[in-house]
């Protein structure tokens, strides 16, 4: 039996990171604010990575965990949820 | 019904000015089938609140809550919107009007313009933004703000290359849609309208008279709409607070309050309203922006007199720390050499002070237009001495002529919810006045049955635009289109030099139909301003418009990325992937309708529910007023006379009268509400007298009380009255005699914890019957102590009338209470006079409390009967402060007067009229649409648990017949919370459904390389 504490420590292990290398980057955002504030960046020309794209809520409350999970399980890099 | 009259009138109405007043009116209209002309002197409409950034006292973003308004307005199927436009005649009388409307030439044709604004960034001529307040430049041709609706743009002739040296010409290069068109000559248009609706809304103190505050001359002087501009986002300094002199970011930051008010002497003599909050609102924003800031608001009177703002500007005292110096600025000089600023003022001890400033703004005041009287004459109605229209405190939104009615700052200084409140009001009076007429004018969209698409796989048509060069300078749209086209379920791709475009609808149209799509996704701009437009175009091909995806490549991918054109492709055929991948999942939603009964029930028989019911009644409505006590009438039963010297009582009088006479009204006194049922548009009410109401609205208009002292011998001697008291008595022809003294104590029970607010009402209150005191005899002797004389608006006429008169005002500090003791007959009250630094010891005859108001007690069961939320104070609490300043969250649900807040009685009827207009709008649907985008619930995987129950805002879960949880969709507004906490996942929102995003995760991810 492997203990539970070493299991975690295998899976946190640091990875070595290439240079250029740009995290992927997934924003759940909500229509009324977030989304429009992304919207406004837009209009004002602010420049942010490419690697970041959005996805549409209704409201941030509709968030599931499994969003998430399902985001880093498939590789995301980060999640950000505005709202 | 009169047949004669139902003929003659019309079912339109005009509104004069499109700024959030308008809008509302517009808005409330046109949804309750009246058509709307909206007339605007601007290129676009949004008016003074597209410039602030933030509202008080939530901290709300402005632009976030106008902007879905401006959307609505500007896509309304009864909206016309006639912009640059001014109405230069009027004629004929309520019912119908004759308006002559004369439109000067825009140079861009509004039917090609796709906003997309490529002339701008070609124009070589820059002028000094308007918008911007001259911190920044614009061009010749240009739209009024980033979020302009439209946002068509304009030629600005007197600065135009071509029509000033008859050369340039390249914004008609730059423009793919060959929209501009140097020879429009403008037009003018008559239009037949039933009545008018006037909200010109305001102009700004010029703040350059008062030379002695530098501005102009001191660049790091600024007024307070600049410094809003400098907070904003998207103002010229990107949010970031900096000095226009040299950038560097202000450390020490003053405001000057009552810049341009409260001042007869080349200023004006009206209190604003909104300064002491706005400034108080600019404080806390900036020193939220950047903590190093150090905050000082030099005032007169703090004038926080609305609903929750004492709390916030006590947040701002101590969470904040602002600090708040009772002193008038003399001067500001600029130190020579630094840009930073000498404020001179006179401290409490009367010493002067010197202090340096690195920044100051000027909280100018609000003023009528420039020319509000030749705009007055125009239509033909009066103004008072200040240019303002003249209204009447017991019609707060008429005008002296008939069928035309006035709304926001045209009235007098107003903040944002109590100008959307009289559009709504203006609304109510309309609809009353023209209720017959309702639906005569209006249009309809006919759409061609939808197809079924049982048993068909996906057949998705990709439409990618070019946005002129918006897209397609940066983002690589052909291979966009390539990658995408062979993606499974994609059956047609191409691309489009603008999607938006009339040529293009018809295409789309077209490729629906030859290539049988069942489903539609286009890349282009924002879902927020352009989705219904297409779901429009494919529910005309004949598709369910939730058929549809918008992926956002301009806003979220080409305008970010300027100049990395390889990652902003790849970014652009990511977000196209996703949005396929999402409408792959797609399925057509029924929106369902419910039936309504045009019956309104009004719980609360004071004026204002009695206001509410008779403007209902008046729109064709049944109304039921429910009153617990005998009689109707409320608290204004003990109420006389107005400040401006009404006679209340006649007034109510009259009203209990027309309200028991009004065929459609039916009374229900000695009665409450036992149980409530239903839903909007649905309701069914049972009164503790057995009697059933089935109604589709509920007022909540339950009032308030006035609060019962037990302070200064208050109880113990009768020589201490509440002012309520005093009036009777001299309503009941007492006069005072020569030489005895009255003392009034203000804030009594009010300003402090545990009731930590105005009740607005107090101040005026105790200069009404000073004033009529004074006049009864001026040998009688009056002292109004006080903490901040609230006379706000155009009231403060009669603060300097008291002063004029000879009554002595006061102040004391909440920690300083007066202290009073009976001395024989006599009260002995001792207070500190700032003024003199000295104890002053008063020997009144009569003491006289200003006493507050408070929610009636039964605000709380009726609260929780119809599960409406209520502030700390007990105030029942609308569904937005700003906008949604009458409706509850729940649908269906309004609130009228002290149950919202303390207020006077002209906000009171005017609160009343809005609720009805609100109301109005439910009522005259026969059936309201359910929208597609709502929690579908699946009773089969739910395990009744009641997760979704305690977090819906809009309290759709219920408990069924057999015990469970059901849903209610009418009352959903499609947020999913319910589905983001349900452990079963039991709630799918439409549209927004797990796979559906799930499906969107792994599309955004499948390229990654991923790291092993």
């Keep these: 039996m492997v203990k539970a504490e070493e299991k975690v420590l295998s899976v946190e292990e640091p990875r070595e990171i290439s240079s250029g290398w740009e995290p992927n980057i997934l924003a759940f955002a909500c229509h009324y604010c977030a989304f429009a504030a992304a919207d406004l960046a837009g209009v004002m020309r602010l420049s942010y990575p490419p690697t970041v794209k959005v996805i549409r809520l209704p409201c941030t409350g509709k968030l599931d965990y499994i969003h998430i999970l399902h985001a880093f399980e498939r590789g995301v890099d980060g999640a950000f949820v505005a709202g | 019904m009169n047949e004669k009259i139902s003929s003659i009138k019309k079912g339109s109405v005009l509104v004069v000015g499109g700024g959030i007043g308008g809008m509302q009116a517009a808005l409330d209209l046109a949804d309750s089938e009246f058509k709307v002309h909206m007339v605007q002197k601007d290129p676009s409409i949004g008016g003074t609140m597209v410039m602030l950034d933030k509202t008080f006292p939530t901290g709300d973003c402005s632009m976030c809550m106008i902007s879905p308004k401006m959307v609505e307005v500007g896509r309304h199927l009864n909206i016309d919107i006639h912009l640059l436009a001014e109405v230069v005649s009027v004629e004929g009388e309520p019912g119908d009007f004759k308006v002559k409307i004369k439109i000067a030439p825009r140079y861009v044709a509004p039917d090609k313009c796709t906003g997309c604004g490529d002339c701008e960034t070609k124009c070589p001529k820059k002028v000094s933004s308007e918008f911007e307040q001259g911190l920044s430049v614009r061009k010749a041709i240009y739209s009024l703000f980033p979020q302009a609706v439209p946002n068509t743009r304009v030629i600005d002739k007197d600065n135009c290359l071509y029509f000033k040296k008859g050369r340039c010409r390249l914004c008609e290069k730059a423009c793919k849609a060959g929209a501009i068109n140097y020879k429009d000559k403008g037009k003018e248009i008559e239009l037949h309208v039933g009545a008018i609706i006037l909200c010109p809304g305001l102009d700004r103190y010029d703040a350059k008279v008062r030379g002695e505050f530098g501005l102009g001359r001191w660049k790091n002087v600024v007024t307070a709409i600049q410094f809003e501009r400098i907070l904003s986002a998207s103002g010229p300094y990107k949010g970031e607070i900096k000095r226009p002199i040299d950038g560097r970011h202000p450390k020490r930051v003053a405001w000057i309050q009552c810049v341009g008010s409260r001042d007869s002497h080349n200023a004006n003599p009206w209190c604003s309203s909104v300064c002491c909050m706005y400034a108080t609102k600019q404080a806390i924003i900036a020193r939220e922006h950047d903590s190093e800031i150090e905050p000082t608001i030099f005032f007169m009177e703090m004038r926080s007199f609305g609903k929750d703002f004492d709390k916030y500007v006590e947040r701002a005292k101590t969470e904040y720390g602002v600090r708040y110096k009772r002193a008038m600025i003399s001067a500001v000089r600029e130190e020579p050499g630094t840009g930073d600023l000498l404020l001179r003022y006179a401290a409490e001890d009367g010493k002067l002070i010197d202090e ?100 068909e796989e996906p057949r998705i048509g990709v439409l990618v635009c070019h946005c002129g060069t918006n897209i397609a300078s940066t983002v690589e749209v052909e291979k966009v289109v390539e990658t995408v086209k062979d993606l499974p379920g994609v059956v047609y791709a191409t691309n489009t030099l603008y999607a938006c475009s009339q040529d293009s609808q018809e295409m789309l149209k077209k490729i629906v139909r030859e290539m049988n799509l069942n489903r539609v996704v286009v890349a282009s701009c924002t879902p927020r301003t352009h989705e219904p437009l297409f779901q429009e175009t494919i529910r005309d091909a004949g598709l369910n418009k ?129 149980k409530t049922g239903g839903f909007v548009g649905n309701f069914e009410t049972t009164l503790t007298n057995g009697n059933v109401i089935k109604h589709g609205v509920i007022v909540l208009a339950t009032g308030g009380v006035e609060y019962q002292p037990t302070e200064y011998f208050y109880n113990e001697s009768d020589r201490v009255i509440t002012q309520r008291e005093l009036e009777e008595k001299l309503v009941s022809g ?184 609100r109301a109005g709008v439910v009522l005259s649907k026969e059936n309201l649409a359910v929208s597609g985008i709502v929690a579908k619930h699946r009773k089969d995987l739910c395990m009744s648990c009641l997760s979704c129950f305690r977090v819906c805002p809009f309290d759709s879960p219920y408990i069924d017949e057999e015990g469970k949880v059901a849903h209610n969709e009418i009352k959903c507004h499609g947020c999913g919370i319910c589905a983001g906490i349900c452990p079963a996942k039991a709630f799918q929102v439409n549209s927004f459904r797990d796979d559906q995003i799930l499906a969107m995760i792994d599309a955004a991810v499948e390229c990654e390389p991923v790291i092993k």
């Design chain 2, 356 to 455: 340096i400033f690195d920044l100051v703004v000027l909280s100018v005041g609000l003023e009528p237009h420039k020319d509000s009287v030749e705009f007055a004459k125009t239509f033909g109605i009066e103004t008072n001495s200040y240019r303002f229209a003249k209204t009447f405190p017991l019609k707060p939104v008429q005008t002296t002529r008939k069928g035309i009615y006035v709304t926001g700052t045209y009235h007098g200084p107003k903040d944002i919810p109590e100008t959307v409140m009289q559009g709504s009001a203006v609304a109510g009076e309309v609809m009353a006045l023209l209720g017959e007429a309702r639906g005569t004018e209006t249009v309809a969209k006919e759409f061609p049955p939808e197809k079924d698409l049982t048993g």
């Design chain 2, 546 to 674: 939730y058929l549809f995806d918008l992926a956002d490549i301009r806003e979220q991918c080409s305008w970010c990325h300027m100049g990395h054109k390889e990652e902003a492709t790849k970014k652009a055929i990511k977000i196209v992937k996703m949005a396929i991948a999402k409408a792959r999942l797609l399925e057509p939603l029924k929106t369902d309708t419910v039936e309504v009964t045009p019956a309104a029930m009004v719980i609360g028989g004071g004026i204002a529910g009695m206001t509410t019911a008779l403007s209902l009644a008046d729109q064709g409505f049944h109304v039921s007023i429910v009153e617990r006590e005998k009689e109707l009438g409320g608290l204004l039963r003990n109420l006389y006379r107005t400040l401006e010297g009404n006679d209340v009582q006649e007034f109510l009088k009259a009203r209990i009268e027309q309200v028991l006479s009004h065929e459609r009204i039916r009374v229900y006194s000695d009665a409450e509400v036992k």
């Design chain 2, 734 to 917: 007492e006069n005072p005699r020569s030489g005895e003294q009255y003392v009034m104590i203000q804030c009594v029970g009010s300003r402090e914890e545990p009731n930590q607010y105005c009740s607005r009402i107090c101040c005026l209150d105790a200069i009404k019957n000073a004033v009529t005191l004074k006049e009864k005899n001026p040998k009688a002797q009056i002292f109004i102590l006080y903490r901040d004389i609230r006379t706000y608006g155009l009231r403060e006429d009669y603060y300097r009338k008291a002063r004029d008169i000879g009554v002595f005002f006061v102040r004391y500090e909440v920690d300083k209470k007066p202290v009073v003791e009976k001395i024989g007959d006599k009260l002995g009250i001792k207070t500190r006079d700032y003024m003199l630094n000295k104890e002053l010891i008063l020997n009144a005859d009569w003491l006289v409390l200003s006493t507050g108001l408070r929610p009636h007690p039964k605000t709380e069961t009726v609260g929780e009967m119809y599960k409406v939320t209520r502030n700390p104070d007990g105030y029942f609490l609308e569904a937005h402060v700003k906008l949604r300043p009458v409706d509850f969250p729940g649908e269906g649900i309004f609130v009228a007067g002290l149950a919202h807040a303390p207020k006077n009685l002209d906000e009171t009827i005017s609160q009343a009229l809005a609720a009805a207009g």
